[in-house]
């Protein structure tokens, strides 16, 4: 006979995201087609496909920015299908959007400040992980060099830095990531790797939307594809890489 699983321990062994027939629009046009797919604790997931295949989209309407959706959500257990922005952050699913959004005329340390929320636990009573602006500054260094500095006088890369840094303040069991490598020099797109395996490591989950297949390959677990709304393909991040075939179809330019 089985062993019967804990209410607690049952939630720890479910997928952290999941989701179920997720489709979406913007006024008459559909954007997404019943999408699924799901993230696991300690695990990063891509989201690929060209510019316009709804990457973006996906995370968005996870988070219930976007006006018009239907399926199912459901997040450390507990069905959000119908919550608000507000309500889904507060459950600890953090979101990264491409466009970055900073407060320019307030500095590091006070865009920081916006985004904290209290410490977290797992359904099993451990620890989540728990940020502070000092431990965030040695996860960002480019970020401890300039606490006072305001948010417009900083790169484009370092106000994405922020972005991310900002969203961890809410102690996040998940981040949603949208484009990380977008727009950025290479050398901060090295940093941005870095900091989701630093990530991984202290038991942060993340769904990547992202087209960069160096960057995702570097990165993720696992990779589900986008083309025109709906899933095409999903595997391995190395199943994907190794699927000569697979690439050309859906994400080559």
Do not use: C
Request: cysteine-free.
């Amino acid at each position: 006979m089985s062993a019967q699983l804990s209410p607690q321990a049952a939630v720890a062994a479910a997928p952290l995201l999941e989701v179920e027939a997720l489709s979406a629009w913007y006024g008459a046009a559909q954007i997404l087609f019943d999408v699924s797919l799901e993230v696991r604790r300690g695990e990063v997931v891509a989201l690929m496909g060209r510019n316009g295949a709804g990457k973006s989209t996906t995370l968005k309407a996870v988070m219930g920015m976007v006006p018009r959706r239907r399926g199912r959500l459901r997040f450390m257990g507990r069905d959000i299908s119908a919550s608000e922005p507000h309500q889904v952050a507060s459950s600890g699913l953090g979101f990264v959007p491409e466009d970055r959004r900073i407060f320019t005329d307030l500095t590091v340390t006070e865009n920081l400040e916006v985004g904290r929320q209290p410490p977290r636990s797992w359904p099993d009573g451990a620890r989540a992980p728990s940020w502070t602006p000092e431990r965030l500054f040695r996860l960002f260094p480019n970020l401890g060099e300039m606490p006072d500095r305001p948010g417009g006088r900083m790169s484009g890369g370092e106000q994405q830095m922020l972005t991310v840094a900002r969203t961890l303040m809410g102690n996040p069991y998940l981040v949603l990531l949208d484009e990380p490598s977008e727009g950025v020099a290479p050398v901060i797109v090295e940093q941005m790797a870095q900091m989701i395996l630093e990530l991984k490591a202290q038991g942060v989950s993340i769904l990547l939307s992202e087209q960069n297949m160096h960057f995702a390959e570097l990165v993720s677990d696992r990779a589900y594809v986008l083309e025109k709304g709906q899933i095409r393909y999903r595997a391995t991040m190395q199943e994907l890489a190794d699927n000569e075939e697979v690439r050309r179809a859906y994400l080559s330019v």
